[in-house]
């Protein structure tokens, strides 16, 4: 760092846990103390992250303290090092990225790469590490992109060995699409029992879907605040992303995310977690509507009363479920449409944990051959 300032240059110091930022500014201030610092993150809104990186440009300080949101930056020709904390944490792609922050004009250009001994690091980090420092002539980005699909892998095209999101896409798709063609042939009557090994791989390890989704209708706040996060492109981006999780694990990891580059979750947030949590067990037991409101939940199930769903060991298990418990659980039919009333529900949570006992039991009991 002292270096850089020696002949008037700036630095970027990245360290991507938010709530680390301070500590980092803290330790540059003690072995730097003629450095001026800032710090910058996901969390900010986007007319303060405009300010500061105008300022950073314009010479109002030396070092910028930021997360890996410096990636996708403007150029700065005066910032010509870049120090990368824990860089055996990030993908080729992003050291890739980040270092071609500086470089930016006719000086020679640093990146230092911060990471623990090799002997604790693991092979794919190692082999990551060795890339990055290997190739750092210009033009070497497709060398740096072959590495990156020689450590990760291609997978396969056709099937469900797939790298990144193709594997969550592509597959799942599949057994989705699979899925509802064999319950538009159970509807018309076809013998099911030629085909049980499709009827095994549609499941795979999941349940068959009778409904494709669930509207959560809620007067509870669950959202991603601006407080949380300030710029709309993001928000939108993690709004997609969380659309698309489906099993418990991935949504544990999102959150676990989230906290790692925003700070802990707010309230709206976590009610989000739960109205996700939610609509996944409603789409599990066959339910299009799900409404909690006033300490009640309001479930309106399948609307066509010809679906396969009536008839489904999901849907009579889970009556089971409920006809046992007449004092939480209300069945009635309403213009000719199936409808519950759960008492006792006062938040998201609740009724998740509620769908998500029902859900349970009715497993249990399609495990026990439909016996209690």
């Given at each position: 760092i002292e270096a850089e300032l020696a002949r008037g240059g700036q630095v970027y110091f990245v360290h991507n846990r938010i709530d680390d930022l301070l500590t980092i500014q803290g330790?540059?201030?003690?072995?730097?103390?003629?450095?001026?610092?800032?710090?910058?993150?996901?969390?900010?809104?986007?007319?303060?992250?405009?300010?500061?990186?105008?300022?950073?440009?314009?010479?109002?300080?030396?070092?910028?303290?930021?997360?890996?949101?410096?990636?996708?930056?403007?150029?700065?020709?005066?910032?010509?090092?870049?120090?990368?904390?824990?860089?055996?944490k990030f993908g080729l792609s992003e050291l890739h990225q980040m270092r071609g922050r500086v470089g930016r004009s006719d000086k020679k250009a640093y990146?230092?790469?911060?990471?623990?001994?090799?002997?604790?690091?693991?092979?794919?980090?190692?082999?990551?590490?060795?890339?990055?420092?290997e190739f750092s002539d210009l033009g070497s980005g497709f060398n740096i992109a072959m590495q990156d699909l020689d450590i990760r892998?291609?997978?396969?095209?056709?099937?469900?060995?797939?790298?990144?999101?193709?594997?969550d896409i592509g597959f799942e798709t599949y057994q989705k699409i699979?899925?509802?063609?064999?319950?538009?042939?159970?509807?018309?009557?076809?013998?099911?029992?030629?085909?049980?090994?499709?009827?095994?791989?549609?499941?795979?390890?999941s349940e068959v879907r009778y409904v494709d989704?669930?509207?959560?209708?809620?007067?509870?706040?669950?959202?991603?605040?601006?407080?949380?996060?300030?710029?709309?492109?993001?928000?939108?981006?993690?709004?997609?992303e969380l659309d698309n999780l489906?099993?418990?694990?991935?949504?544990?990891?999102?959150?676990?995310?989230?906290?790692?580059?925003?700070?802990?979750?707010?309230?709206?947030a976590k009610e989000l977690m739960n109205v996700v949590r939610l609509r996944r067990e409603a789409i599990a037991l066959g339910m299009e509507r799900v409404k909690v409101k006033?300490?009640?939940?309001?479930?309106?199930?399948?609307?066509?009363?010809?679906?396969?769903y009536f008839k489904s060991d999901t849907f009579m298990n889970l009556l089971r479920s409920i006809t046992a418990r007449p004092q939480k659980f209300v069945l009635r039919q309403n213009n000719n449409r199936l409808a519950m009333t759960v008492r006792g529900i006062d938040s998201i949570e609740a009724a998740w944990q509620t769908l998500l006992s029902l859900h349970s039991t009715a497993t249990n009991n399609d495990n026990n051959g439909g016996k209690n």
């Open positions: 330790m540059i201030a003690r072995i730097c103390p003629k450095a001026r610092t800032a710090i910058g993150h996901g969390r900010m809104n986007a007319q303060d992250m405009e300010k500061l990186i105008m300022d950073f440009i314009y010479g109002e300080f030396d070092v910028l303290i930021a997360t890996s949101i410096v990636e996708n930056g403007i150029d700065i020709p005066n910032a010509n090092t870049i120090i990368i904390d824990g860089a055996h990146c230092y790469l911060l990471s623990p001994p090799d002997e604790l690091l693991t092979d794919d980090a190692r082999r990551r590490l060795r890339a990055i420092e892998g291609a997978g396969n095209l056709l099937g469900a060995e797939q790298s990144g999101y193709i594997a699979l899925a509802e063609a064999m319950a538009e042939l159970r509807s018309e009557g076809v013998d099911m029992h030629d085909l049980p090994d499709a009827e095994q791989f549609a499941k795979g390890d989704d669930t509207t959560i209708d809620t007067d509870v706040q669950a959202l991603l605040p601006d407080s949380y996060i300030g710029q709309a492109a993001e928000k939108l981006r993690l709004y997609r489906t099993r418990e694990e991935d949504l544990q990891a999102f959150e676990k995310r989230l906290i790692d580059r925003f700070g802990p979750l707010p309230r709206e006033n300490g009640l939940m309001i479930v309106q199930f399948v609307a066509n009363q010809q679906s396969p």
